[in-house]
């Protein structure tokens, strides 16, 4: 049976706090995007308020106002190349291969070059993101050009899923000023071959499959958390 919303919310805040005690004075931090991410950014702003030094790359323009207005200093790409940790949220996580779908909320691609350039990413989710197998009723968001986006929806829907415009007649845009197709696949067996696809089609800019990135991923379940490293 799945947790009820607010017990969902204190399995989200439980792996945050775990992951946040990862972070150490005079790091670089990867903020991540989304209601779990946010649960870390706001345990580091308690963290912050207490003395902890650290400077944070925003992977939206949400996180970086919640962190602004928490008090975390914030830098950019141009001061700091590689930060020291990433934290961020996902919409699934592939047990065995600790593979993620990620991008619900439209920050993929600021979240997979932060995740990418980061020392560390530390996944954070509640126990329902933690699945078999990808794909399913969730999503894979794909951010897209606005330039020639139904050539790019067609050309996703020819690998084998429906591929939907985010907001329908009125598009979403994202941080970058893209459109993000979710592109419902019935499961994903091989996400390495499916991310070269992707990459392939003309007008596509990121998608939401993070392959190879955590180097820990933090579970909250009632009662615990539970710690999976590749
Ligand atoms: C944002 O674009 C996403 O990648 C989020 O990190 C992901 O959707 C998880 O969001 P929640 O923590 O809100 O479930």
């Known amino acids: ?12 805040r439980a792996a945050a706090l775990r992951a946040v005690a990862e972070v ?10 989304g209601s779990t991410a946010a649960f ?15 400077t944070g790359i925003p992977t939206s323009e949400g996180a970086g106002a ?23 949220g996902a919409d699934q996580v592939e047990r065995r ?7 619900r909320g439209g920050a993929l691609l600021r979240e997979k070059i932060v995740a990418s350039a980061s020392a560390r990413f530390i996944v954070i989710v509640d126990d329902s ?11 894979l968001p794909v951010e897209v050009t606005r330039f020639g986006w139904p050539f790019v929806l067609d050309r996703l829907a020819a690998l084998g899923c429906v591929p939907q415009l985010r907001g329908g007649s009125e598009p ?9 197709a ?21 007008g596509v800019v990121e998608n939401g499959l993070f392959l190879g990135l955590a180097s820990m991923v933090i579970v909250g379940r009632p009662g615990d958390v539970e710690v999976i490293t590749p």
Request: charged content about 20%.
């Open 40 to 54: 870390a950014i706001a345990a580091l702003g308690e963290r912050v308020a207490a003395g902890l030094k650290i």
């Open 24 to 33: 150490e004075n005079g790091m670089v931090v990867g903020l991540g995007s």
């Open 1 to 12: 049976m799945s947790a009820a919303p607010r017990d969902r919310d204190a399995l989200k």
């Open 97 to 103: 291969t600790l593979t993620l779908v990620k991008g």
């Open 182 to 202: 979710d592109c419902v696949f019935d499961s994903i067996a091989n996400a390495a071959v499916l991310d070269q696809q992707l990459a392939a089609i003309p």
């Open 66 to 88: 919640l962190a602004y207005r928490l008090g975390i200093p914030l830098t950019s790409f141009a001061e700091h190349r590689r930060p020291d940790v990433a934290i961020d």
């Open 172 to 180: 979403v845009a994202t941080d970058n000023g893209n459109f993000i």
């Open 129 to 139: 993101k933690l699945v078999d197998q990808l794909g399913g009723e969730t999503p």
